[in-house]
Each structure stands twice: as structure tokens, then as C-alpha cells.
């Protein structure tokens, strides 16, 4: 169940950033990527906030740390892909509806 929430948390943080983004400057999420081609931490800001479906890489980890007691390489691999998995289910039933 935590899956669930942690994979809903993911999509509602990517989607209030980029419209806050949007609403103040014009500009999306997708702009700043653009435009950030030539700094060189682009690519550890991937997924942290800017690619919904590389998200659960990191926030599922830290999800997986908050509220497991047990910390197996296997079972956080698992608990990270079925985030992933939920994260593409429901970011692509929010865009169907929309």
C-alpha cells in the first residue's frame, strides 16, 4: 500500500512543480532541461525532479528507508520497480483523462 502513495506522491510533486514553474515564469519543466544543456549536474537532477518515471529511483529509495525496517537489497529493488510501475500506470491513466 505504501507502493501506492509513494507512486501518487511522485506524480503529484512532478505535476505542482511544473505548473508552479508555469504559472510563475512561463516556462515548465521541460524548458528548464533545455536550457540547463550545459550544466554540469544536469544529469543528477534527472531524478530528482525533472523525469516523473526516473523519480521512484530516488524517492523510492527514500521511501523504502522511512517506513521498512528491513533493509534488503531485494525487497528495496522490488519496492522501487513496483513504485516505477505504479508511477507509468497512473501518469498514464492522469493523461488519458486529461
Given amino acids: 500500500m505504501i507502493e501506492i502513495y509513494t507512486a501518487f506522491a511522485i506524480i ?3 505535476r505542482s512543480v511544473d ?3 508555469w504559472s510563475f515564469t ?6 528548464y532541461w533545455d536550457m540547463m544543456e550545459r550544466v554540469t549536474f544536469r ?3 534527472k531524478p530528482i525532479i525533472f523525469c516523473v518515471y526516473c523519480m521512484p529511483s530516488i ?3 527514500i521511501a523504502y528507508l522511512y ?5 534488503n537489497v531485494g525487497s ?4 522501487v520497480l513496483v513504485v516505477a510501475a505504479f ?6 491513466v492522469i493523461d488519458k483523462l486529461s
Fill in 19 to 21: 505548473l508552479i514553474l
Fill in 26 to 31: 512561463g516556462n515548465g519543466l521541460s524548458e
Fill in 67 to 71: 517506513f521498512h525496517s528491513n533493509y
Fill in 76 to 79: 528495496w529493488a522490488f519496492f
Fill in 43 to 45: 544529469n543528477a537532477l
Fill in 59 to 61: 524517492w523510492g529509495t
Fill in 12 to 14: 503529484g510533486l512532478h
Fill in 87 to 92: 508511477v507509468h500506470l497512473f501518469d498514464r
